[in-house]
């Protein structure tokens, strides 16, 4: 049958919501064609057309003008542009964020009833093509995805574009396009969904340790504690706690190394303790101990894996001036070495007279890491000895000494101090000494030397480390490691001519024709003093004697030499346990007539026994706390002294 309009009845078929995914293929697209043609052959002929075509239809066949009958089309002028309004930028951004929130929504909640762009579900249709006619149905004009405008146009006889015969390809065209999407899927629920995407092959096993070691740095464990697992399974037998990650792992749970090495960590820094060993232990004296000692072999080694630490020696003929450095960072915290070192020591003569404040000064400019263990002064002789804060938990009580070398000994301005004490299993012995002064005095000069090696009275009461190897008649063999510094006051055996013309000559690192006439490279070589001891290579300026605040050598009329009075030397009982790493002048330091010296050195430090009397973390907490407060003062001082300075620039055009 044929409708009033001319079409006939099957052109409404329609893509029902109700098809699975099978049924859009082509198998159900053959069979609406072959009953489409069915249909038409067994109408009769079409009514007349009874009004005039068109004459844009003229390129269709003339059969198609005679036989069809179509509403006149009216042309309609284009409608006018919708203005509207600008969106700002905040409105785009959401809309975008909107459409994109909206969008997610649909993919992922099943029960959703619209798209964002409906592309799946409602396909805006395509304008009519000349000399077709658009459905007019109602079921057609709704549902464009299960219909096709081009697929619903008919012709009685079967001749036309739009006839019947077209419709089963068209239909086929459509089925094959979404097929491929709904997977036999269908449309559940009203909505189609995406089917699941699977891989052409299997994808590769997950490991279990998706650790990122180039990202996660924090709280990673420290090398040296790497294996303090199975040294713990054997030392202690303690195989797994509470935050090993052997619980982890074993499930089968999905694990990351790194962070199973922090809880480790956590449980590694301090080495656990049998209850038996905290029953015997005095922290004060100790006792014999094969392991677990403080001073023992397993602590030297968590905290100095190589077993050597850094030493830092210095020291400064002050010349009694009031005045201190503004800054003490060249001096102490050179530039050259990437770390800080584990100790410092400083020795002065002719110290200012408030020796409080330098102490205080040294403090600040170390920093909140190192503590004052002791100081001691004999006159204006001043010794310091910080040491990194961690680390005064296994030093021995500390002890010194003074010796005057002078006949009047209530002048103390010659003589020599001495502080020592033991840390883990070396014996430690540092003396600062001012020698007696004079170009031509050596002999004097190696007296101060014998008096002091024979008068200081150290060690008192910590024991000596290997007494066989030592000898009543010199402090310096009752101690592993000795360090002798200060003002010994060897001149250069040359005239002030000659030495400025070699210094105006050689570069600053090469001294090596000053030190041939070294007064004491020359007695060190004799063997007549300093027996034993060593110094390392100089490529520094004499450190004596300058004009106060300027890089000049003496300019009074008394035309004082240059000399190297100022050194730094050391000895051992055992070879190559002192390592020179840097030798070396401050000569950013004018307030003195003499440059402050220092040297660096790597000590090799061997385990003890807690049968010594311990200093039980003592420390000068009164200092610590007024150098840290003045850092901080300083700091907060600098900071708002650059506030100022951009806040008061004025901007000048030229």
């Not at 905290?303 to 002050?318: E, K, L």
Request: aromatic share 8%; glycine share 6%; net charge positive.
């Amino acid at each position: 049958m044929s409708t009033p309009n001319g079409f006939p009845q099957h052109s409404r078929v329609c893509l029902t919501r109700s098809m699975e995914g099978g049924a859009v293929q082509d198998l159900q697209a053959k069979k609406a064609g072959k009953a489409a043609k069915k249909e038409a052959g067994s109408d009769g002929a079409p009514q007349k057309i009874g009004t005039p075509i068109s004459e844009t239809l003229k390129l269709l066949p003339e059969e198609l003008k005679a036989n069809m009958k179509i509403k006149s089309i009216t042309p309609r002028p284009p409608r006018k542009p919708r203005l509207e309004r600008a969106a700002s930028l905040d409105e785009k951004s959401w809309r975008k964020w909107r459409r994109f929130r909206t969008s997610q929504e649909s993919l992922t909640d099943p029960n959703e009833t619209s798209s964002s762009n409906g592309s799946l579900q409602e396909a805006s249709p395509s304008p009519p093509s000349r000399g077709r006619a658009s459905p007019c149905h109602p079921c057609c004009q709704q549902e464009s995805l299960h219909s096709s405008p081009d697929a619903l146009e008919a012709s009685p006889g079967g001749k036309s574009r739009g006839g019947a015969s077209d419709l089963g390809k068209r239909a086929s065209e459509i089925s094959s396009a979404f097929g491929g999407l709904l997977r036999g899927k269908g449309f559940a629920g009203g909505k189609p969904r995406l089917s699941q995407i699977m891989p052409a092959r299997p994808l590769p096993p997950m490991e279990l340790n998706v650790a990122s070691h180039s990202l996660r740095t924090a709280n990673r464990i420290d090398s040296d504690c790497l294996d303090y697992r199975h040294y713990s399974q054997h030392k202690f037998g303690r195989v797994s706690s509470s935050l090993s990650d052997s619980r982890l792992q074993g499930n089968g749970t999905l694990g990351d190394s790194c962070s199973t090495d922090s809880m480790k960590s956590t449980f590694s820094v301090l080495t656990p303790i049998r209850a038996k060993d905290v029953r015997s232990r005095s922290y004060l004296e100790g006792s014999l101990l094969a392991s677990g000692a403080l001073m023992g072999a397993e602590e030297l080694s968590r905290y100095f894996p190589n077993r050597s630490m850094g030493i830092f020696v210095a020291t400064w003929n002050m010349q009694g001036q009031k005045e201190l450095p503004g800054n003490l960072d060249d001096f102490l915290l050179p530039t050259d070495p990437d770390f800080a070192q584990d100790m410092y020591v400083i020795g002065v003569q002719e110290g200012c007279p408030d020796r409080r404040e330098w102490e205080i000064r040294l403090q600040e400019t170390l920093g909140p890491h190192y503590v004052l263990l002791h100081s001691a002064a004999h006159g204006v002789l001043y010794m310091s000895v910080f040491i990194r804060r961690d680390l005064i938990w296994f030093c021995s009580e500390v002890e010194y000494a003074t010796v005057t070398t002078r006949i009047v000994s209530q002048i103390k301005t010659k003589g020599a101090l001495g502080i020592s004490f033991t840390f883990f299993g070396t014996s430690f012995l540092f003396i600062t000494s001012h020698f007696t002064s004079g170009d031509s005095k050596v002999n004097e000069r190696k007296l101060d030397y014998n008096k002091t090696i024979q008068a200081l009275t150290l060690p008192k009461n910590v024991p000596d480390t290997n007494p066989y190897r030592s000898s009543s008649s010199d402090v310096t063999t009752r101690f592993d490691e000795v360090f002798w510094f200060g003002d010994f006051n060897f001149r250069l055996n040359k005239d002030r001519e000659t030495v400025d013309s070699i210094l105006s000559q050689n570069p600053d690192t090469d001294v090596s024709k000053l030190l041939v006439y070294d007064q004491l490279t020359s007695e060190m070589s004799r063997g007549s003093i300093f027996k034993g001891f060593q110094e390392a290579d100089i490529h520094f300026r004499p450190s004596y004697k300058f004009d106060i605040g300027k890089d000049s050598y003496d300019t009074t009329s008394k035309q004082r030499t240059p000399s190297y009075t100022d050194r730094v030397v050391f000895r051992s009982r055992y070879k190559d346990d002192i390592q020179a790493v840097k030798y070396s002048s401050c000569p950013v330091i004018k307030t003195s007539d003499h440059r402050p010296v220092f040297a660096l050195f790597r000590v090799k430090v061997r385990p003890g026994r807690d049968n010594i009397p311990l200093a039980a973390g003592l420390f000068d907490r009164d200092l610590y706390l007024i150098g840290i407060r003045r850092r901080a003062t300083r700091e907060l001082l600098r900071r708002r002294e650059q506030k100022d300075q951009r806040s008061s620039s004025i901007c000048s055009i030229s």
